[in-house]
């Protein structure tokens, strides 16, 4: 299973949103940075893929606030 790595900076579903970078991880939370803001989400768990929802949006999961970790920012 892919995770959020500490370190590595992630993309959003919705273009036009900042890359956020991992700061550190916990068994069910990371907190991010997007250069501007310091946050914390929830990580969650669907058929077996880790993916987070940006805690200031409440559109169910299918909200393009998402990410998942296969979308690593190179």
Do not use: C, H
């Not at 992630?10 to 069910?28: N, Q």
């Not at 969650?44 to 920012?73: C, F, H, M």
Request: charge should be neutral; hydrophobic fraction near 30%; glycine fraction near 6%.
């Amino acid at each position: 299973m892919d995770k959020f790595e500490v370190g590595k900076s992630y993309r959003w579903a919705e273009i036009g949103f900042d890359p956020f970078t991992v700061l550190s991880r916990t068994e069910k939370t990371i907190k991010v940075t997007n250069g501007v803001n310091t946050w914390r989400m929830r990580l969650r768990y669907e058929d077996g893929e880790e993916w987070v929802k940006d805690s200031s949006t409440d559109n169910g999961k299918y909200s393009l606030a998402i990410s998942r970790p296969q979308w690593e920012v190179n």
